[in-house]
């Protein structure tokens, strides 16, 4: 039993802040790159950020860099993503993903061995 499982979303207003979870299940993450990714209401799912199994790498997409953080503790086989200043656009259900091995934080969906299974965020005044 492989699983990811997401908490943390709600509803916000423009410009607060969420902490997002991700907490593995019947595996340990320290070997794997987790991959924040969201989907919008009819668009395409979207990399959001990546951090590697290390911590010592991450990348963020151009459209939340400046305003959300990623982070992991391995102790608790949870990675968060902290999002500030958020935007109406920022709405989406948001995903975590691992990747065995993949050190490289490309945030490529098909590359991802392990999907959670979201949380929803809604940004609005």
């Known amino acids: 039993q492989l699983q990811l499982v997401e908490s943390g979303g709600g509803l916000v207003q423009p410009g607060g802040s969420l902490r997002l979870s991700c907490e593995a299940s019947?595996?340990?993450?320290?070997?794997?790159?987790i991959g924040w990714f969201r989907q919008a209401p009819g668009k395409e799912r979207e990399g959001v950020s990546c951090?590697?199994?290390?911590?010592?790498?991450?990348n963020y997409a151009d459209s939340v860099k400046g305003r959300f953080t990623i982070s992991r503790d391995n102790a608790k086989n949870t990675v968060y993503l902290q999002m500030n200043s958020l935007k109406p656009e920022d709405t989406a259900v948001y995903y975590c993903?691992?990747?065995?091995?993949?050190?490289?934080?490309?945030?490529?969906?098909?590359?991802?061995?392990?999907w959670g299974g979201g949380t929803l965020v809604t940004v609005s005044s």
């Open positions: 993903a691992a990747q065995l091995f993949g050190e490289m934080c490309l945030m490529s969906i098909r590359d991802m061995n392990y």
């Open positions: 019947g595996f340990s993450l320290d070997y794997y790159d």
């Open positions: 951090i590697s199994g290390s911590g010592g790498r991450t």
